[in-house]
């Protein structure tokens, strides 16, 4: 008999292709999961994993049962929460978390509306850096997140899936009084900002690790003047006039023009990829699906 929790831990392995991180998210010890797969494939009949040392890869088979059985707990919860709101409504907690750039600049006006429409859905929001965000999503924390990825970290775990909400391309950041500023529309090169005062965000935020890699292929050395672990500090740093720093505009939205000076430089490429991140075979609340919905469509349009 295939049973809900043989689904669960089935789906888990499937997403790990390892059946002790599979426990590990299950909650389970791994003999437990182990038995209750090999079970699994007992009452089917079919083997859905070949076995090696480390890893396990799904068969044929797997793959195919692995839609079936996504759609079977979709179809459970999905069934679950229609009761529960035909009960008492549109209404449900979503754990979401977000990068600080977006916390401040978008998401107060995001909220607003949000509210307006589903004034019974409560939020919990976590304000961390990406690498801490994807962390979290993927023990399951959080429903989803919205962080900045760059492509130098690598791709995220099979775990995860991302859909791309929009590029920004990384500028330097400084005052309207600041030398550079007065620059602006011309051709600003990576080795005039190079001559500047460097403040940068602390070490393990992508934008930090973007710069050094940066700065040591054309032969800088990276020698901050300040480190903070704040966006909000290092804004309030630039202001002053007296140094420089990188960020995507995107990021900056509020403080630009008045307060800070986005500027290209004809030499830096580099590409943040902002995207929202869930865990992969996840199932989801209605009341995280209708947040994600919401928080997709009004970061999209914004993009250009």
């Known amino acids: 008999m295939v049973e ?32 209750q797969i090999a079970a699994l494939e007992a009452d089917l009949g079919v083997e859905l994993f070949k076995r090696t040392h480390k890893r396990v890869h799904l068969t044929e088979a797997g793959r195919e049962f692995a839609v079936y059985a996504q759609h079977a707990l979709e179809a459970l919860h999905q069934g679950q929460q229609a009761m529960t709101e035909l009960h008492e409504g549109e209404r449900g907690l979503v754990r979401m978390g977000c ?20 004034p019974h859905i409560r939020l919990q929001i976590c304000i961390r850096g990406t690498d801490e965000l ?21 791709k995220p775990p099979e775990t995860l899936m991302v859909q791309e909400i929009f590029r920004d391309r990384l ?49 800088f050395p990276v020698q901050p003047v300040v480190e903070v672990d704040l966006i909000e500090g290092l804004k309030a740093l630039i202001k002053l006039g007296i140094g420089v720093t990188f960020l995507p505009p995107s990021m900056t939205r509020s403080s630009l023009s008045a307060e800070l000076v986005a500027l290209p430089v004809a030499d830096l490429n580099e590409e943040f ?19 994600m919905k919401t928080f997709l469509q009004d970061l999209r349009p914004q993009a250009s």
């Not at 978008?106 to 509306?113: A, K, M, Q, S, V």
């Not at 990829?273 to 947040?291: E, I």
């Open 99 to 118: 990068i600080e750039g977006f916390a401040f600049d978008r998401l107060p006006e995001i909220f607003t509306r949000f509210y307006q429409r589903y």
């Open 134 to 154: 994807l962390q979290l999503v993927e023990q399951g924390q959080l429903d989803f997140v919205v962080v900045g990825m760059t492509f130098d970290r690598g």
């Open 171 to 219: 500028h330097v950041l400084v005052a309207p009084h600041h030398p550079l500023a007065q620059l602006k529309g011309s051709h600003i090169l990576l080795e005039q900002v190079a001559r500047e005062p460097l403040f940068l965000l602390s070490e393990g935020f992508g934008a930090r690790r973007v710069i050094e890699r940066v700065y040591e292929q054309h032969g």
């Open 4 to 35: 809900i929790p043989k689904l669960t831990y089935f789906l888990a392995a499937a997403q790990t292709n390892n059946f002790r991180r599979a426990a590990e998210l299950c909650s389970v010890a791994q003999p437990v999961l182990s038995r």
């Open 273 to 291: 990829v902002f995207g929202l991140v869930q865990r992969r075979f996840d199932v989801l609340s209605s009341a995280a699906k209708v947040t």
